[in-house]
């Protein structure tokens, strides 16, 4: 998962975020843990996107929403 919309830590300001997670599923839980972004081009955080995982080729692809400046 990646990206939406939280109250930043600053003013208590909502703005998009570029947090993103993975869920590890197991027989008997599931849980969220949060991942580092990586690669040379990391987007800016977003809120109101698409965003479509394709794990065959190790990629995500992000469609759309909007950014605010900080």
């Keep these: 998962m990646y990206g939406g919309i939280e109250d930043a830590s600053t003013g ?9 997670y993975s ?3 197991h027989l008997k839980e599931c ?15 977003r809120a109101q996107h ?3 995982a394709t794990p065959k080729y ?7 929403g909007h950014s605010s400046p900080t």
């Design 12 to 20: 208590n300001k909502i703005a998009p975020t570029g947090d993103i």
């Design 50 to 52: 698409i965003a479509l």
């Design 23 to 25: 869920m590890k599923l």
């Design 31 to 45: 849980r969220w843990e949060k991942e580092k972004g990586q690669g040379d081009e990391i987007p800016p955080a």
């Design 58 to 64: 190790d990629r995500v692809f992000i469609y759309g």
